[in-house]
């Protein structure tokens, strides 16, 4: 069964020319630091951490954490030496969330598995983000509380 959620997917811009830049040693430390403030991030939001490359996608029961995340990342990478930009992109759709066995996760498998359309629309919309602005579409609240998209924009405020 489906359930509606806010995916926001992140990509950390110009990740191929930093580690020739930084070397093998110096790029693990920056990943390390990346990946412990934005997991750091995830609790005051109600998010969670589903997969990770040099970005990360991210599962939010609501928009407005999924952008309020998104605005304290972006600010928190910008802060690590060296500073990094991402780009994230929000989208709200429905999604099927499917739970791997403890014997699959024992074996490197993800605890939980996001499945449909949503998934590939949120990198659509991460893939036309500028780094340092998340991007996303506008929401506002319907009479039944679930926020909704209506066209896409660029978030700069805080």
């Given at each position: 069964?489906?359930?509606?959620?806010?995916?926001?997917?992140?990509?950390?811009?110009?990740?191929?020319?930093?580690?020739?830049?930084?070397?093998?040693?110096?790029?693990?430390?920056?990943?390390?630091?990346?990946?412990?403030?934005?997991?750091?991030?995830?609790?005051?939001?109600?998010?969670?951490?589903?997969?990770?490359?040099?970005?990360?996608?991210?599962?939010?029961?609501?928009?407005?954490?999924?952008?309020?995340?998104?605005?304290?990342?972006?600010?928190?990478?910008?802060?690590?030496?060296?500073?990094?930009?991402?780009?994230?992109?929000?989208?709200?759709?429905?999604?099927?969330?499917?739970?791997?066995?403890?014997s699959?996760?024992a074996?490197?498998?993800?605890?939980?598995?996001?499945?449909?359309?949503?998934?590939?629309?949120?990198?659509?919309?991460?893939?036309?983000?500028?780094?340092?602005?998340?991007?996303?579409?506008?929401?506002?609240?319907?009479?039944?509380?679930?926020?909704?998209?209506e066209?896409n924009?660029?978030?700069?405020?805080?």
């Amino acid at each position: 069964m489906s359930e509606v959620r806010a995916l926001l997917l992140t990509d950390v811009v110009d990740s191929a020319q930093l580690s020739e830049r930084l070397g093998e040693a110096e790029l693990a430390a920056l990943w390390a630091a990346h990946d412990r403030l934005a997991r750091d991030l995830l609790p005051a939001r109600r998010g969670r951490e589903i997969d990770k490359t040099d970005g990360m996608l991210l599962l939010f029961e609501a928009a407005a954490d999924a952008v309020a995340y998104a605005i304290a990342y972006q600010r928190a990478v910008a802060g690590l030496d060296p500073p990094l930009k991402a780009r994230a992109g929000v989208h709200v759709g429905p999604v099927i969330l499917r739970e791997n066995s403890r014997s699959d996760v024992a074996r490197g498998a993800k605890p939980l598995e996001v499945e449909g359309a949503a998934k590939a629309v949120a990198a659509r919309v991460m893939s036309i983000a500028n780094g340092g602005k998340p991007f996303c579409p506008p929401m506002r609240e319907t009479p039944s509380g679930k926020s909704r998209c209506e066209s896409n924009r660029t978030v700069t405020g805080a």
